[in-house]
């Protein structure tokens, strides 16, 4: 018999081997994390110390999570519709067993990967030896009994078609479309939205993780956003309402934020500005994508002091003070060229002067009403603390179900 060269990884039309074998690269990272804690002791932050964090990292935050998705939205459903006598009998004692390893798993991994993270950037040398141990412990417990009891069951009772079906939707949540190389075809552009789908597995949020003032909130989960280098954290999308109900929105940046509100700056006489007069009643929406975070606010809007907007004007670019002098918002043009043209002769006039702020051109500042921080969670199980404010002004917190 023939050595192979090297261990070949099973297909989707072996989806409970892929499973083993995802189990199997598990292992391996298990392993890489244990030989890191190690290698921090005796050599402390290395360039090695930093890949193998990456490596954990990439892993874990990932694939890891693909796997049990795997398991939670396909592979028990699957059994728990299929099996009958001993069989079901046993999946009611050990679903709820697997679910309740994953998320302690999920929550271990939440207090190692802050350590790791400083860990692959060069900036930390922490790893919790305790944190290691239960994480790997839990890990291997957890794979022996789906090896013992839950894939063993799968490979008994599920049919071709089941295998096929669960070895599809691995597949899709992979990205990868099934019997591509064999019979390339036009997917179905609803079936292939309908399985567009990210799990959350950052973080979580209790009533016990939010401070009681919302916009101290705010600022925290703002400054953990500029410190992940979330692109434009201090990017928010505004939704108005016309004088005839119609909603719109847009993505505006804020310009500052503290007790009385949120502030923004633009053209009072654009869409949005018009929309304003009539209804002052608005909402601000921000995503944080990178940490898997939104906050939504909604309040009334008033127009900020014509000194304030002076002093933000007086501070902008001042190419940008000339685009604010040189544009009629939303105001229909010829094409660009015509744009262009209008900012020339603006230039022009000002000259080496610095231009003052045109009486169209000023701030906003939503009042809130409403502050709701939403987190991201497995199996969009999400987490939702929601902020109302009371005729007296305090701020009552309650949680919403997502």
Known sequence: ????????????????????????????????????????????????????????????????????????????????????????????????????????????????????????????????????????????????????????????????????????????????????????????????????????????????????????????????AVNAQVMEPNAMDLATVSADGKPSSRIVLIKQFDERGFTWYTNYHSDKGRQLEHNPHAALLFFWRELERQVRIEGTVVKTTAAESDEYFNVRPLQSRLSAIASQQSAPIADRAALESHYEAVAAAVGDAQPPRPAHWGGYRLQPERIEFWQGRRSRFHDRIVFTRGADGQWSMQRLQP
């Not at 892993?59 to 693909?66: E, G, I, T, V």
């Not at 692959?120 to 030896?129: E, M, N, Y």
């Not at 939205?193 to 925290?220: C, G, H």
């Open 1 to 224: 018999m023939t050595t192979p060269l090297f261990d070949s990884v099973p297909g989707f039309d072996q989806p409970i081997a892929v499973l083993k074998h995802c189990h199997d690269k598990i292992r391996k990272q298990l392993s890489t994390l244990q030989n890191l804690l190690a290698h921090l002791v005796q050599h402390g932050n290395t360039a090695d110390a930093q890949q193998a964090a990456k490596a954990v990292l990439q892993y874990f935050n990932k694939a890891a999570h693909l796997h049990h998705d795997d398991e939670e939205q396909d592979l028990m459903p699957m059994l728990q519709a299929t099996a009958t006598g001993d069989d079901a009998a046993l999946l009611v004692t050990l679903v709820p067993e697997i679910l309740a390893d994953h998320q302690r798993m999920d929550q271990a991994w939440l207090t190692l990967r802050p350590e790791l993270d400083a860990i692959a950037a060069g900036t930390g040398v922490q790893l919790s030896a305790h944190g290691v141990r239960d994480y790997v412990a839990a890990y291997q417990a957890h794979m022996s009994k789906e090896e013992g009891q839950l894939a063993p069951m799968a490979k008994r009772l599920f049919s071709a078609q089941q295998m096929e079906q669960l070895g599809t939707a691995m597949q899709r949540r992979r990205g990868i479309a099934p019997d591509a190389a064999e019979a390339p075809v036009q997917a179905d552009p609803a079936a292939v939205l309908a399985a567009m789908r990210t799990d959350y597995v950052q973080s979580s949020l209790s009533e016990t993780d939010v401070l009681a003032d919302p916009i101290a909130q705010f600022q925290k989960w703002f400054a953990e």
